[in-house]
């Protein structure tokens, strides 16, 4: 990953960290899911992750751009 996606990233992370609920909640197959979307230069990437409040647990689930974002996502949650 280049340096400047690395940073938006654990920017990204950051914000998740101070704020669980600052992602778009998710419905339908992906409920439970939320979404962060952040910008490196021009290009838009997308973080998802779950939220377990009661453990304050939270885990990234994937990142990366939003083409075929959340096909892959729901095929890595169904193999889980």
């Not at 669980?20 to 992906?30: F, I, M, R, Y």
């Not at 910008?39 to 992750?49: C, F, G, I």
């Amino acid at each position: 990953m280049p340096a400047a996606a690395q940073r938006a990233t654990d920017d990204a992370v950051r914000a998740i960290m101070a704020n669980p609920l600052v992602g778009e909640p998710k419905v339908g197959a992906l409920k439970g899911v939320r979404v962060l979307k952040f910008k490196v230069k021009t290009l838009e990437l997308l973080l998802a992750y779950q939220f377990e409040a009661r453990r304050k647990i939270i885990e990234v689930l994937d990142v990366g751009p939003h083409a075929n974002f959340y096909r892959e996502l729901q095929q890595y949650l169904d193999a889980r």
